[in-house]
């Protein structure tokens, strides 16, 4: 990444921490996205994607999918502190994906986790993350889908947020192979899009 621009830098693990602990409290809505790893994968699909958005086109839908609820901060210095933590994570991924896309790699492959079963719960929260991202633009997402080679992309994906009863017939084998797989599924879907959409050479 070349931008020395400070609102384009990924967050540390600090600020990484400081931003999870938000998202995992009780100041946040019900139904919003829970966790760094759902953020990541959710933010992840916005970029990828066909649709360009502007921060008010997601940031809303993060909290809640009916834009109605919205985060009770404690003060409006911890609101400009998370909101920019939230907007530099997008704008760190926005970059990586225009001047080096074939770096990238998803928050689960980024950052330790204290054992395999919580590793696993990262992995089914991002993908479930960025299936979310997806529904931003559903219908501008269906030529991929229509596709039969590109729609095997998002495939490991999908099994992996468990939305389908797939998941319960893979081994454990399966699952890391499927979960190895996802960080070049992403960099096909944007090539897919923003690419020539020629796939056979990344596959090859």
Same mark, same amino acid.
């Given at each position: 990444?070349?931008?020395?621009?400070?609102?384009?830098?990924?967050?540390?693990?600090?600020?990484?921490?400081?931003?999870?602990?938000?998202?995992?409290?009780?100041?946040?809505?019900?139904?919003? %996205?829970?966790?760094? !790893?759902?953020?990541?994968?959710?933010?992840?699909?916005?970029? @990828? $994607?066909?649709?360009?958005? &502007? #921060?008010?086109?997601?940031?809303?839908?993060?909290?809640?999918?009916?834009?109605?609820?919205?985060?009770?901060?404690?003060?409006?210095?911890?609101?400009?502190?998370?909101?920019?933590?939230?907007?530099?994570?997008?704008?760190?991924?926005?970059? %990586?994906?225009?001047? !080096?896309?074939?770096?990238?790699?998803?928050?689960?492959?980024? @950052? $330790?986790?204290?054992?395999? &079963? #919580?590793r696993k719960l990262a992995v089914e929260e991002w993908a479930m993350g960025f299936i979310?991202?997806?529904?931003?633009?559903?219908?501008?997402?269906?030529?991929?889908?229509?596709?039969?080679?590109?729609?095997?992309?998002?495939?490991?994906?999908?099994?992996?947020?468990?939305?389908?009863?797939?998941?319960?017939?893979?081994?454990d084998k399966e699952i890391a192979e499927l979960t190895e797989?996802?960080?070049?599924?992403?960099?096909?879907?944007?090539?897919?899009?923003?690419?020539?959409?020629?796939?056979?050479?990344?596959?090859?």
């Open positions: 990444m070349n931008s020395s621009d400070p609102s384009m830098q990924p967050l540390s693990l600090d600020e990484l921490s400081t931003l999870e602990q938000f998202l995992v409290s009780e100041q946040t809505p019900p139904d919003a %996205l829970s966790s760094l !790893e759902m953020l990541d994968g959710y933010m992840t699909a916005a970029a @990828v $994607g066909p649709q360009v958005f &502007e #921060v008010d086109d997601w940031y809303a839908s993060m909290w809640d999918q009916e834009k109605e609820l919205t985060p009770k901060f404690s003060s409006p210095e911890e609101a400009t502190v998370i909101s920019e933590l939230i907007v530099r994570h997008n704008n760190s991924i926005t970059v %990586l994906f225009e001047d !080096e896309p074939e770096e990238y790699q998803p928050l689960f492959d980024r @950052v $330790g986790y204290e054992s395999d &079963e #919580v979310i991202g997806m529904e931003l633009a559903y219908d501008a997402w269906r030529p991929l889908f229509d596709d039969e080679e590109a729609a095997v992309l998002s495939m490991s994906i999908f099994m992996l947020s468990k939305v389908s009863d797939d998941f319960d017939h893979l081994t797989s996802v960080a070049e599924s992403v960099i096909c879907i944007h090539s897919f899009w923003h690419g020539d959409g020629d796939l056979s050479e990344e596959e090859e």
